[in-house]
C-alpha cells in the first residue's frame, strides 16, 4: 500500500514538473516582460505603451553568438529587426578624439580630430597659432583671390575704414607697400613700381598745377654771400599763384598762374641786396 502512494506521489510530480516546463516554454501573448534567472538576474521588457506592438528578434539559427575580435562591437539593426553581428568599429562608426577649445575636423571617411592651431573659446576663433599660415579663399589656393596671413613677430592691423560705400583694394603683385615714416621724408616711387621714404628729395622735383596748397621749407646756401640762408616755397591753387619762392631777406620771385613751371634737377638763384 505505501509502495503505491510512492508511485502515485511520483507520477503527480512529474506531471507537475512537465506542465510547469510548457507554461515557461510558451510564454503567454500578452506578456510584456521575460524575466531571466542565473547567477545574475536580469529581464527584457516591452515598454511600448501600445499592447498591439510587436517586436522581433533573430538570433542566429545555427551559429549562436560566437566570441568577436578586439575593437569589434556586436549588435546592428536591419530591416526593421534587431539582429546580432559583429562590425568593427575603426571602419563602420566614427571615432577619433580632440582636446577642449578645439574645432573638430574630419581626417578621414569615419575620423574627427582635433588641433592647436584651430580653436574656439565661445567668443573668439583662433587659427594659425603655432606659426601655421591661414589661407582664406574660395577653394584655399593662393593663386584663386584667397588672402595668405603668415605669422611674424609683431602684430599689424590692416582696417578698411569705409562704411558708406563698397570698393576694392588692389595691390600690384610684388609690390611691397612702404610702412610708417620719418618725420620730414618724402615717400618716393621707384622705377621698378616699389616706394620708399627720402630724407633729400633733389632730383627730379617737380611742381604741377594742382590745386590745393602746401608749403616746403629748405636750408641752403645762396651763391652771393658764404651763410647760409631758408627759403619758404609756397604753391597755391589755380587761381593764384602756382609758385612762389621768397627768401629770408624778403626778396621774391613769382610765378603766375597762366605760366606754370617745372623744375627737374637741382635749383639755382643769387639773392640780391
Known sequence: ????????????????????TQAFAQLPVRTRSLQLNGATSGYFQQTAPAATTTYSLEWPASTGITAGSSGYLRVTESSGNFTSQWVEISTSLVDGAGAAGQVAYW???NTLTGDADFT?????????????????????????????????????????DNATAAGSYYVTPSTNQAGAGTANYIYVSNGDGTGSWVASPTTNLEFGRTAGNGTYTQTITPTSMSATATVL?????LSANIIQVTSQTATSFTVESTAP?????????????
Open 261 to 273: 613751371l617745372d623744375i627737374t634737377g637741382f635749383i639755382n638763384w643769387q639773392v640780391n641786396f
Open 120 to 160: 574656439f573659446d565661445g567668443t573668439n576663433v583662433t587659427v594659425g597659432t603655432s606659426g601655421t599660415g591661414v589661407v582664406i579663399g574660395s577653394d584655399g589656393t593662393v593663386n584663386m583671390g584667397g588672402v595668405v596671413l603668415t605669422p611674424g613677430t609683431t602684430d599689424y592691423t590692416l582696417t578698411f
Open 1 to 20: 500500500m505505501k509502495l503505491h502512494s510512492l508511485w502515485t506521489g511520483v507520477a503527480v510530480l512529474g506531471a507537475m514538473l512537465i506542465f510547469s
Open 107 to 109: 581626417s578621414d571617411p
Open 233 to 237: 616755397v609756397t604753391w597755391t591753387g
